[in-house]
């Protein structure tokens, strides 16, 4: 029975994403029309979208007039160039490709058979990227060691810490579990936390160590040194150190060298959370900031934040494969085959957490290749320029100050308190804050450190030019003028 469904007939594709492309090649176009953060009500959807899928099919058009009257309102606008929140999540007509093709095949590389090329251009896309890092020989696929490509930072640092787990179970026993211990900065994303939660790691042994502005809220190898030797005196085992390069709420790097030897000599597993700064270690100028990489366990980087590759697409390197995969492994009737069973390849639904897995890497293939690195090179650092000059911009005007040095291309700032009372401070930065991105000419995000509410302005969408940084700080400026005038 022909049920007149022809779901992949190849001309109507042709006709059909023809016409897609044109829709967002249309909405790139006009991006800056749009308020960047939606101003839309929660449940504003429901009201008006039918309750239930038609019956029969709609057409193309139909769609399209939906997702303009209907979705984009409900859309923030994260590639708009006047985006400022968070961390960056890059798309490019590379990136843009790269999913078209993958959805294109759209194949499922579990193992290695299910598309060798899958995890072939996956590992080799990852040893072309762990050299632009100069990462040490240890995490490049010929060894024991190698690359893969996590949906998320988060689910990076649960693999590893799972791996972690395991091994040094393995070592005392797995009667253990509620001894070991994990450490890191009370800065570090909380990823680390879920990853801790989702291990069985007791929460009580996960010492998130304290932080401050004396050494820009970057991990203290001091007070890392010490909370071990406490622990190991009470008879608990530290088996997980968590270091951050570029952490989110304002750009600290922790001291990778210090805090390695301390890992080192505990026996500890040593992850370094690279996700967003880690793009600008791709520069000579930047790249000393992951120096002691070479002593860790295991290095990420989202290539999807700063690295004009399409969510998603998260880059893990360990340097000991083996511990992931006897972590994360099994090893169905229905999945055996010749390759697997000879040990002759490998197969990523070992290193991860799903079975299924998209073929990402030729996003990051098409975006090494269609760029090169000097182009790679000059994208982060006009990004960073752009931050300087936002910088400088702040630091011009008295009211305002630069919060915490500017390492890469996020200014922590604050608009000052004339009543030198810290609660006011906050409020005021936190209506400005609300008032501006109520707006919608400008998205900006915020944190708290140490007590202090403190506006983030985060430079890295790929539309971006110092036009639009100085209309975004002019912005800010008579937002700020209006608020203080009205005190
Ligand atoms: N680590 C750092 C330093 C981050 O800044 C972020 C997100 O911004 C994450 C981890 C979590 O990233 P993901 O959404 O990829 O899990």
Redesign the pocket.
């Known amino acids: 029975m022909d049920g007149g469904l022809r779901p992949m007939d190849a001309e109507q594709l042709r006709e059909h994403a023809h016409k897609m492309v044109d829709f967002i090649a249309d909405y790139y176009k006009s991006i800056e029309n749009f308020p960047v953060l939606s101003q839309v009500e929660p449940g504003y959807l429901r009201g008006i979208l039918p309750d239930s899928a038609p019956n029969h099919p709609e057409s193309l058009e139909d769609i399209f007039n939906d997702v303009r009257a209907k979705i984009l309102p409900g859309v923030t606008h994260w590639q708009s160039p006047n985006f400022f929140a ?2 960056p999540s890059n798309s490019s007509i590379a990136g843009f490709l790269g999913e078209m093709l993958s959805a294109g095949l759209n194949i499922v590389g579990f193992s290695w058979i299910t598309s060798p090329a899958a995890t072939e251009l996956e590992m080799t896309v990852l040893d072309w990227l762990a050299k632009l890092l100069k990462l040490p020989d240890d995490f490049l696929s010929a060894g024991e060691g190698g690359g893969v490509i996590q949906g ?4 990076a640092v649960l693999v590893v810490l799972l791996a972690a787990r395991d091994k040094i179970l393995r070592r005392v026993g797995k009667n253990a579990l509620e001894k070991l211990v994990v450490y890191a900065s009370d800065q570090t ?1 909380s ?1 680390l936390q879920k990853a801790c939660q989702i291990g069985g790691i007791h929460p009580e042994n996960c010492r998130l160590l304290k932080t401050d502005s004396s050494i820009n809220y970057a991990l203290s190898p001091d007070v890392l040194g010490e909370a071990i030797a406490h622990d190991i005196s009470n008879g608990l085992i530290p088996f997980f150190l968590c270091a ?1 390069v ?3 709420s304002s750009t600290a790097v922790d001291p990778l060298l210090l805090l390695a030897k301390i890992a080192k000599s505990n026996g500890m597993w040593f992850h370094v ?1 690279a ?2 700064a880690g793009s600008a270690c791709i520069c000579p100028e930047y790249r000393h900031h992951i120096d002691g990489v070479e002593e860790a366990d295991s290095f990420n980087m ?1 290539a ?2 700063w690295f004009l590759t399409n969510f998603d697409c ?1 880059a893990l390197w360990v340097k000991d494969r083996n511990a992931l995969v006897q972590s994360l492994s099994t090893n169905p009737e229905f999945l055996k085959n010749k390759a697997s069973q000879a040990n002759m390849v490998v197969d990523y639904k070992d290193w991860q957490i799903p079975l299924g897995r998209r073929f990402r890497s030729l996003k990051l293939w098409m975006v090494l290749r269609l760029y090169g690195i000097e182009n790679l090179q000059c994208y982060i650092r006009n990004h960073i320029n752009l931050a300087k000059h936002f910088e400088g911009l702040v630091a011009q005007d008295p009211r305002f100050e630069v919060v915490t040095p500017r390492i890469f291309s996020l200014v922590c700032f604050r608009l000052l308190s004339s009543q030198n009372n810290e609660d006011h401070g906050n409020k005021l930065n936190h209506d400005l804050l609300d008032v501006v991105n109520s707006m919608g000419k400008i998205f900006i995000s915020h944190t708290v450190l140490s007590g202090k509410y403190i506006l983030r302005f985060a430079v890295g969408a790929p539309l971006t030019e110092e036009r639009h940084v100085t209309a975004a700080w002019k912005v800010l400026q008579e937002e700020a003028s209006t608020l203080l005038g009205s005190l």
């Open positions: 968070y961390y998320t930072a988060s689910e994303h990823a951050t570029g952490t989110t959370d996700a967003y989202n999807h934040k998260s």
